[in-house]
């Protein structure tokens, strides 16, 4: 088994790999291999990897996904010697992936795969200065508590950071590698790639995607477990914006 310590930090040139699916898991023993195979369907034909980050599962999430190597030669599966939850699981598959373009899913497969090589074009055809393009649930298939509590954190988000974003909480992202190591980590980033790019100096695009009935297993969440941290990393990202500074265009001379 391959440690994290030792996976590549950035591209291999020699590679021809564009995309890398990232998808973080922990105790989707149930829903992960299904999620895999949804995305090798959905990006047939193009040049792509998975990456499949376990973080420290109880059950066999693990066990199921490197068996399913045999059957999906593009899968590649890391794992985590102790739980770092969704952030550092993501943050371990980008440091790890061969393409300039990162797709992202949550391991539950409530992101319905088909939908991502859609934002992918919409990545490639779009300026440089486009970071992230990030999905918008337009169905969202979740209880009503849960709608409300995010319908009320994604309108105090948006005001407080400015962020353009009605859904942060959208598991499904696509991003430039480049963009993403340039952004500070800590805890619970994923939930603020938008705020994030903008202060880095990107712009930010959303499109309309589909949400499907969580099948397998339960959320690693409660409301009350993401309004305190919410709150706690409300105030550190508006720390951060308060002190960034742009340079504005730079330019080199006598290169």
């Not at 005001?159 to 430039?176: E, H, I, P, S």
């Not at 340039?182 to 790639?193: A, G, K, S």
């Not at 309309?208 to 706690?232: I, Q």
Request: glycine share 8%.
């Amino acid at each position: 088994m391959t440690s994290i310590a030792s996976t590549p930090l950035s591209p291999d040139p020699t590679d021809e790999i564009l995309i890398s699916v990232v998808v973080p898991v922990h105790d989707e023993a149930g829903a992960a291999v299904t999620l895999a195979r949804d995305i090798a369907a959905a990006f047939a034909g193009q040049s792509f990897e998975m990456i499949f980050v376990d973080d420290a599962s109880r059950d066999d999430t693990l066990k199921r996904l490197r068996a399913a190597k045999d059957e999906l030669p593009m899968l590649r599966v890391l794992s985590h010697g102790q739980n770092a939850g969704q952030s550092r699981a993501v943050r371990s598959g980008v440091l790890a992936a061969r393409g300039s373009i990162i797709v992202t899913l949550d391991g539950d497969g409530q992101n319905p795969p088909h939908d991502a090589p859609r934002l992918v074009q919409a990545l490639r055809a779009a300026p440089a200065e486009v970071g992230l393009v990030g999905g918008r649930r337009a169905k969202r298939q979740d209880s009503q508590a849960k709608r409300s509590a995010s319908l009320w954190a994604n309108r105090i988000r948006k005001r407080l950071l400015q962020d353009d974003a009605d859904d942060t909480g959208c598991g499904l992202k696509v991003f430039r590698r480049e963009a993403f190591l340039r952004l500070p980590y800590f805890d619970h980033m994923h939930r603020y790639l938008p705020a994030l790019m903008i202060r880095e100096g990107y712009r930010n695009l959303y499109m309309d995607v589909d949400h499907r009935h969580r099948e397998t297993g339960r959320s690693k969440y409660t409301n009350w477990g993401r309004l305190k941290a919410s709150f706690s990393d409300l105030l550190g990202v508006m720390w951060l914006k308060s002190r960034s500074r742009s340079p504005g265009k730079v330019e080199e001379y006598g290169a």
